[in-house]
């Protein structure tokens, strides 16, 4: 697929999910081995291109989320590239023991990919929100997680997850009209962090549909007097570690994910810095303890204080109590 | 190794011993892939492989050392010729399905065989593989179930039963029922032609030929002591016509 | 290039057709207008007129004609000249 201008304004206006689709057709044209399975969500999917070019590449195993892991296990045993999808919170979850045993312990070349985490689902309420799937996945050994932040780099790292021999996890954010990080070409490499934004107070490392609101931060805290930089972790596990350590010659680090605060990015990084002797303190932003009413996407962001605005108020904050 | 002091499953491995045989026979023959789901039978799919010369005498002595390649609920070795990573019941048939769509993807003869616990299929997962199998008529795969009527706790008949064989026939399957002690009837059931997935329910005993284990839930996972050892092997010796 | 070729050429780019097949085409008529070739044809009319299309008027945009009368009524698009 080219990149220009009319591709990545594209890619936006489909949301993740449709860009997978067209990602993954992409990467399947060239390689016969890479195959689909669903859990009767193609549809949903963006994925209904592709089963209707490629019919014998495409299995719905009904809704059995557990099943289509084994299978997928069964396939990348024999040698295929299955990416089995689903939604995320179901793929973390209902399938969870199949994901460490398959791809954790037996190490099956399988990609696993999850549509709607965070709040993507909007009315469809907590059942379909995934808060904790970095969390569960995260302890599992061997696996790959990442999170794109906007259409482009969903269709990099479909390409990566589908090049490189090891079972991938991919979280997949945002609704329609996703807003645009990349506006050109780029190079991503699985496990380096990118920053997209320099600066010298503070740190914001971010991931996923946090990206766009953590440059949005960004911008307030300037015209607020704080220079924040903002890196992208796009790969959640194996975390970049030294793009973490360089962090820690600013004054305060934040991390921000669609995410409970409890065992996802936030905790990456500080399971990082709690070794180091010299390190800013850390605030983990993200949702909380409560499964709240369900509300469009807009409304949880705000909901859990995920919007841009307090976002960069409750870094400002901190900071000011920081540098006092 | 039975004798040595972290014990084993033994009784779930002695019930087995001749569908392995079979199994084991049938790929001498043709090409085949073996999927230990019920993984507590790792001691007998040892025994079965040294038999059939698939691993060493020498391997097979390792049975449960500590780090050693043949824990007692095998790990994937594919230097081994272990292919499947087994104990977390309930998951080995849906791998199975997998590897047998891969066959008939690349339109490859051969068989995929899954060995199952009566147990085990308490688990719903075994039901979600088993439907996807049938709708998608995978001829070449053929599960067959250890059918000794214990678990864990006991007999089944006091913990949850259900029409097995109803079950599995109204997921597609073809079904067969035998008398799993004996291989050869449980090689013909093998041969079977069908256009559908193949259920072998085997009924056998836990802990046969070894008249203390038979039916003992407290042998699902044991350790003897000499005499016992002693006892066993002279029994089985006997039983099998030495 | 006028503003109607202008406008027929996002759907020559946007589906690899000829500007016949372009002035009759309706949503999902052919396999290429389908929901995601939609977001490209958006794109590809954006780009033509330096504009930036409202949601709803991207889903209502289901022919050659709708978006035509769209782009007139609504972002100043002048089809006469």
């Given at each position: 697929m080219e990149i220009n201008p009319i591709t990545i304004r594209t890619l936006s206006m489909l949301g993740q999910?449709?860009?997978?689709?067209?990602a993954f057709m992409d990467v399947a044209e060239t390689d016969r081995n890479i195959i689909a399975l669903s859990a009767d969500l193609c549809n949903t999917s963006g994925l209904d291109r592709f089963r209707t070019k490629y019919p014998d590449r495409f299995f719905n195993v009904g809704i059995a989320e557990q099943n289509m892991v084994g299978v997928a296990a069964g396939l990348a045993a024999a040698g295929y590239v299955p990416f089995a999808t689903?939604?995320?919170?179901?793929?973390?979850?209902?399938?969870?023991?199949?994901?460490r045993h398959f791809l954790g312990y037996m190490k099956e070349n399988v990609k696993l990919v999850g549509f709607g985490a965070g709040f993507s689902f909007g009315m469809f309420g907590t059942t379909h929100y995934a808060l904790e799937d970095v969390a569960v996945l995260r302890a599992i050994n061997n696996l790959v997680i990442l999170?794109?932040?906007?259409?482009l780099e969903v269709l990099k790292a479909t390409h990566a997850a589908a090049k490189i021999n090891a079972p991938v996890y991919i979280r997949l954010s945002g609704v329609m009209n996703n807003p645009i990080i990349y506006k050109s070409d780029y190079v991503f490499e699985i496990g380096k962090a990118i920053t997209l934004r320099e600066g010298m107070d503070v740190s914001i490392i971010t991931t996923g549909s946090m990206v766009d609101l953590a440059l949005k931060a960004a911008a307030l805290l300037e015209a607020d007097g704080v220079s924040a930089e903002v890196v992208n972790m796009h790969t959640i596990k194996p975390l970049d570690v030294y793009a973490v350590e360089k962090a820690c010659a600013k004054k305060?680090?934040?991390?921000?994910?669609?995410?409970?605060?409890?065992?996802?990015?936030?905790?990456?990084?500080?399971?990082?810095?709690?070794?180091?002797?010299?390190?800013?303190?850390?605030?983990?932003?993200?949702?909380?303890?409560?499964?709240?009413?369900?509300?469009?996407?807009?409304?949880?962001?705000?909901s859990h204080g995920l919007t841009a605005l307090q976002i960069a108020k409750k870094i400002s904050n901190t900071y000011k109590e920081v540098v006092k | 190794m039975v004798a040595g002091p972290n014990g084993a499953h033994i009784a779930p491995s002695l019930s087995c011993v001749e569908i392995l045989t079979a199994i084991f026979a049938y790929m001498t023959e043709s090409y085949g892939l073996f999927v230990l789901s019920k993984g507590h039978a790792g001691l007998a799919l040892y025994a079965a492989m040294k038999e059939f010369g698939i691993i060493s005498a020498?391997?097979?002595?390792?049975?449960?050392?500590?780090?050693?390649?043949?824990p007692g609920q095998p790990s994937k070795n594919l230097a081994k010729h272990i292919e499947y990573s087994s104990g977390s019941l309930g998951m080995g048939l849906s791998y199975a399905c997998g590897r047998a769509l891969a066959l008939k993807q690349r339109s490859l003869n051969g068989k995929v065989f899954v060995l199952l616990g009566d147990g085990e299929t308490n688990e719903g997962s075994v039901w979600e593989s088993a439907m996807f199998a049938g709708f998608n008529h995978l001829k070449n795969l053929i599960a067959v179930v250890d059918f000794n009527g214990m678990q864990g706790d006991g007999f089944s008949k006091d913990i949850l039963t259900f029409d097995q064989a109803g079950m599995w026939r109204s997921c597609g399957w073809h079904v067969q029922e035998?008398?799993?002690?004996?291989?050869?009837?449980?090689?013909?059931?093998?041969?079977?032609?069908?256009?559908?997935?193949?259920?072998?329910?085997?009924?056998?005993?836990?802990?046969?030929?070894?008249?203390?284990?038979?039916?003992?839930?407290?042998?699902h996972h044991g350790r003897l002591t000499q005499n016992q050892y002693q006892t066993a092997l002279s029994e089985l010796e006997v039983g099998n016509g030495n | 290039m006028t503003n109607v070729e202008k406008y027929t050429q996002a759907f020559v780019d946007a589906f690899s057709i000829d500007a016949e097949t372009a002035m009759t085409l309706k949503f999902q008529q052919i396999p290429a207008w389908d929901s995601v070739g939609h977001m490209g044809l958006v794109a590809q009319i954006e780009e033509q007129f330096g504009i930036m299309m409202e949601p709803d008027d991207i889903v209502d945009l289901n022919s050659f004609d709708k978006g035509k009368e769209m782009l007139g009524a609504k972002y100043g698009v002048d089809f006469a000249s």
């Open positions: 999910r449709g860009v997978f689709g067209l689903t939604f995320a919170n179901f793929a973390a979850l209902r399938s969870c023991e199949q994901v999170n794109p932040a906007d259409g305060l680090i934040v991390t921000v994910e669609e995410h409970s605060r409890i065992g996802g990015l936030g905790s990456a990084v500080a399971e990082v810095l709690t070794s180091n002797t010299r390190r800013p303190i850390q605030i983990i932003l993200g949702t909380g303890d409560e499964y709240l009413h369900a509300g469009d996407f807009q409304h949880m962001l705000e | 020498a391997d097979f002595d390792t049975f449960e050392t500590n780090g050693g390649e043949f035998c008398d799993g002690h004996d291989s050869a009837v449980i090689s013909r059931c093998l041969t079977e032609q069908t256009d559908e997935p193949l259920v072998i329910l085997a009924r056998t005993v836990k802990g046969k030929g070894v008249s203390f284990m038979e039916n003992v839930r407290e042998w | -």
